[in-house]
């Protein structure tokens, strides 16, 4: 056991000691700080002007002309940075060719959008027409904005042939909705929720999961790196004189998990706190954070033990990246899946996620913190299949370890892998 | 006294390649065994399943009285063939970390250090970066982490590859002092001229089977008493007419008898002697590297 804690011990501290790690566990929270400050302080008017955009409109109804006017100068008037100019084309006889024309000029990107206001908009089932090209990233805000100028016109139009005041309208319109907490407590101290808040318990099981990929994939990448090191230094032999290959291994991943467990408390921590300083209480409860150790402590220990096993057969770090590419597609599928599985906890795509074991933690994490009622036969019975795959991923990594460690010069065929797990 | 290691019956393949045939053996406690053979013999495969590294397909090996070996780690010190060391850890950290995994204590370990340092000449170099170490440092420090135990049994698989002659020199002495405490060394070469400076005992393997097992001067009298070189004065004719001779060869002014099987030099010196003038005459001891030479050459065109 002591040499087992030895071995633990100097893969904690080596890698610790690396400038890439100390940049990358510090940075990261820092960058992704940078980012969320940067998209939520600078307004868009911020990022300085943009030039004018042209918006061709067609108006047959004959009567609009003016009141379009209107709308687009008291736009410009109000953000001069980010103008957007209104080209009156009166109707032709051929209004097919105007309209080629016209499309042409869009595609061109002369004019940002053509609109045709449609004979009976006003007062019958007309529609606006409005046709655009490419959709560049840094127009986002600006489709919005047109649809208004080229609407509102027309609904103060149909208010005036109805004798109704635009004002009047827009106060029958406006109906506060306050989002609040549903907290114990009298209706005096309800705590309002604000929309960061929403998007933030909305990002909560993310977080989780992200930390678990870090948590395991990151430092698991570590232990590939790691045997890899050792084998092509030549010094993996050294050590197996002096260790069995359990101890050796049983150190490194005890190591490695406690690289993780750290990264995950500098990134965990600053988090927490600066929710807390927000007044934003999270409240997750006792379930989730055991759940997170348990599931971190066994997908970590299934992972690392593949990618020694993995890091084994390999010479160089190249050479292993390849191997690794359906390992990565298969870690990958959570992250993009994310948002469906954290919506829909319980549909079957999420369950049947939450047995495959390699991404058993990272599901099982979104599920549970996106809906802390999850059957809890389910948390056992995925903790028990995680529980049961990890000794025979070990026994296997062992097995190829023992044969492919000594294996230098050309990487052995899968083939050839399949075979060692045969032999006693 | 029991010995420090036996093989018995040891065989041992890689797909459809045998690499250890058959191979049994006995190390004596306490005395340098040199391991022989060329390249591919089995060597290194061999002193890997000592190390139980790997494992036999059968056969028995039962390092220093025991047949569990992974209990006997921290008593057994190796150095592998394919060896290295961290190289961004310092040669006392180095050292100091693979002290605590064969076991030692932390005071142990510090103490020993030093001394292994020291004796080894990198008493100056202990804080410096592996990889910064030449060549010959670096293996002067494997020698050292190999040793830091104080094993009673030391395997060395090619020990010598790559020093110079004045680490050689060092290397030897720290090898033979450690046999004179009592220790057991076992080590593997194909530099005969090595092997047959410091070795009590060889066994020379090829193809993984043993051809010649036993001390330096069991084998040299069992190969040196065909060949005799002599210079003489008179007719030399008569050299070809006695029975004990089987063959006479002229060399640069002397000549090369090779003797019957069975006869003694001592009767072709007597025959000689009274008849014709003898210059000089010598018994030919055959070198280590000339019986591995012949030896491995006839067992592999045997074979082939």
Redesign the interface.
């Known amino acids: 056991m002591n040499r087992i804690l030895r071995v633990a011990q100097r893969e904690y501290i080596e890698a610790v000691k690396t400038k890439t790690f100390i940049v990358s566990v510090l940075m990261t929270p820092v960058l992704i700080g940078v980012i969320i400050f940067f998209t939520s302080r600078l307004s868009l008017d911020a990022i300085g002007p943009r030039p004018p955009r042209t918006v061709a409109v067609t108006d047959l109804t004959g009567r609009l002309g003016d009141h379009l006017k209107a709308s687009f100068d008291q736009y410009n008037e109000a953000h001069p940075q980010r103008r957007i100019v209104l080209e009156l084309l009166p109707p032709e006889p051929d209004l097919d060719a105007l309209l080629a024309q016209a499309k042409q000029r869009v595609r061109q990107g002369e004019w940002h959008a053509y609109a045709v206001m449609e004979e009976g908009i006003v007062d019958g089932d007309g529609k606006v027409r409005l046709y655009t090209h490419s959709k560049r990233a840094a127009d986002i805000d600006i489709s919005g904005t047109i649809d208004r100028l080229l609407t509102q016109p027309v609904v103060d139009m149909r208010c005036a042939l109805r004798d109704l005041s635009p004002a009047l309208l827009a106060e029958i319109r406006y109906v506060p909705v306050e989002q609040l907490a549903a907290d114990v407590g009298p209706a005096s101290q309800d705590t309002r929720m604000s929309e960061i808040d929403q998007v933030i318990k909305m990002m909560v099981p993310f977080f989780f999961m992200f930390l678990m990929l870090m948590g395991i994939f990151g430092t698991g990448q570590q232990m590939l790196s790691s045997v890899i090191e050792e084998k092509s230094s030549r010094v993996i032999e050294m050590l197996l004189s002096a260790l069995t290959p359990f101890q050796f291994m049983a150190g490194k991943i005890l190591g490695l998990a406690a690289i993780g467990l750290t990264v995950i408390t500098i990134w965990s921590v600053p988090a927490v706190l600066v929710l807390g300083l927000q007044g934003i209480n999270l409240d997750l409860g006792v379930a989730l954070p055991i759940c997170f150790v348990i599931y971190y402590i066994l997908g970590f220990l299934l992972f690392s033990s593949i990618l020694g096993a993995l890091g084994s057969i390999c010479n160089t770090i190249k050479e292993a990246q390849s191997l690794m590419m359906p390992m990565t597609l298969i870690l990958v599928l959570p992250t993009v899946a994310w948002f469906n599985i954290a919506q829909n906890p319980d549909a079957a795509f999420a369950r049947i996620l939450s047995y495959v074991p390699p991404i058993t933690p990272m599901v099982m994490i979104l599920r549970i913190s996106a809906s802390p009622q999850i059957a809890a036969l389910e948390v056992v019975a995925t903790i028990l299949l995680l529980a049961a795959s990890v000794p025979v991923a070990m026994w296997m990594a062992a097995k190829v370890f023992r044969t492919g460690v000594f294996m230098y010069g050309k990487r052995p065929a899968l083939r050839e892998v399949l075979r060692w797990l045969g032999e006693k | 006294m029991t010995d420090a290691l036996v093989l018995d019956d040891v065989c041992k393949s890689f797909g459809p390649v045998r690499a250890v045939d058959h191979l049994s053996a006995r190390v004596p406690t306490g005395c340098v065994y040199g391991f022989l053979g060329p390249n591919g013999a089995g060597k290194t495969t061999t002193l890997?399943m000592v190390?139980?590294?790997?494992?036999p397909d059968s056969g028995r090996i039962e390092v220093l009285g025991d047949g569990r070996r992974?209990a006997q780690?921290?008593r057994?010190?190796?150095?592998?063939e394919?060896?290295?060391?961290?190289?961004?850890?310092t040669a006392a950290k180095v050292l100091t970390?693979?002290g605590?995994?064969?076991?030692m204590s932390d005071r142990q370990v510090a103490d020993r250090a030093r001394q292994w340092l020291a004796r080894v000449g990198l008493a100056q170099a202990a804080n410096r970066k592996v990889e910064d170490l030449s060549r010959g440092m670096h293996q002067k420090l494997?020698f050292a982490?190999?040793c830091i135990n104080e094993p009673e049994l030391v395997i060395l698989d090619e020990p010598f590859s790559g020093l110079d002659p004045v680490n050689l020199d060092a290397t030897r002495g720290i090898i033979l002092a450690m046999r004179d405490q009592g220790k057991t060394i076992i080590f593997s070469t194909h530099v005969m001229h090595e092997a047959e400076r410091i070795c009590d005992r060889i066994l020379l393997i090829n193809r993984g089977r043993p051809i010649v097992d036993g001390t330096l001067d069991q084998i040299r009298a069992r190969w040196q008493a065909g060949t005799v070189s002599v210079e003489l004065e008179g007719n030399a004719d008569l050299l070809a007419a006695l029975p004990i001779v089987e063959r006479v060869t002229p060399v640069d002014r002397g000549l090369e008898i090779t003797l019957s099987p069975e006869a003694d030099p001592q009767q072709l010196l007597a025959e000689l002697v009274g008849r014709v003038t003898v210059v000089s005459f010598a018994v030919k001891v055959p070198s280590l590297h000339e019986i591995f030479v012949n030896l491995v050459g006839a067992d592999s065109e045997q074979n082939s």
């Open positions: 890997r190390m139980d590294i790997i494992r992974a780690q921290s057994i010190g190796y150095m592998p394919e060896r290295g060391l961290y190289r961004k850890m970390y693979f605590q995994i064969k076991g494997q982490v190999t």
